[in-house]
């Protein structure tokens, strides 16, 4: 079945439903690395640009994954690969379940379903806050724009409302 959109998963209510090991086929994240770059550099770079979300929410991990690629392509492409130090600092702990229903035509007649289902886990997501940096780069001064822009472009997978923010190393947030 095709993933339902991004509008069913992203308001929660409730604890998160994150124990694995009473959970079974729960699918792994799609999520391949978490930090991309060059990690070594790090404490010498200027700027930090940070995604920061402004709305309570979750965020599945396919769209975390679309961000990384995004964000990554496009640093890779105009900076350099070893101009920058990408991470992303969310985890996809909540399973993510759906009640999965009959859908196609004259379903109607055929299921009702049941009410408040309990459903089959289908994947994970992860819960963030107003405030949650979910993605940050590290890089030289100099490199702002193409910064920003890498992070906008992250921004542009997720579901919920987010801000860039620039800081550069010993000053504040501008």
């Not at 999520?31 to 709305?55: A, P, S």
């Not at 055929?110 to 949650?132: E, N, S």
Request: aromatic content about 10%; hydrophobic content about 40%; proline content about 7%.
């Amino acid at each position: 079945m095709p993933l339902r959109p991004a509008r069913c998963y992203t308001h929660f209510s409730g604890p998160p439903y994150t124990r694995r090991e009473y959970i079974h086929g729960v699918p792994p994240p799609k999520i391949t690395r978490f930090e991309m770059g060059n990690r070594e550099m790090m404490e010498k770079w200027e700027i930090k640009g940070e995604l920061v979300m402004l709305e309570a929410g979750q965020i599945r991990h396919n769209a975390l994954e679309a961000a990384r690629i995004a964000v990554n392509k496009y640093l890779a492409t105009t900076i350099g690969d070893k101009n920058f130090y990408f991470r992303i600092r969310v985890y996809p702990h909540h399973v993510i379940r759906e009640n999965k229903m009959m859908a196609f035509a004259g379903a109607d007649r055929l299921q009702d379903g049941m009410r408040q289902a309990f459903g089959k886990p289908v994947g994970t997501a992860a819960r963030v806050y107003p405030g949650t940096v979910v993605l940050e780069v590290w890089a030289r001064k100099g490199d702002e724009e193409n910064v920003k822009e890498a992070l906008r472009r992250g921004a542009s997978k997720f579901p919920l409302p987010s801000r860039i923010v620039i800081r550069t190393r010993g000053a504040q947030a501008s």
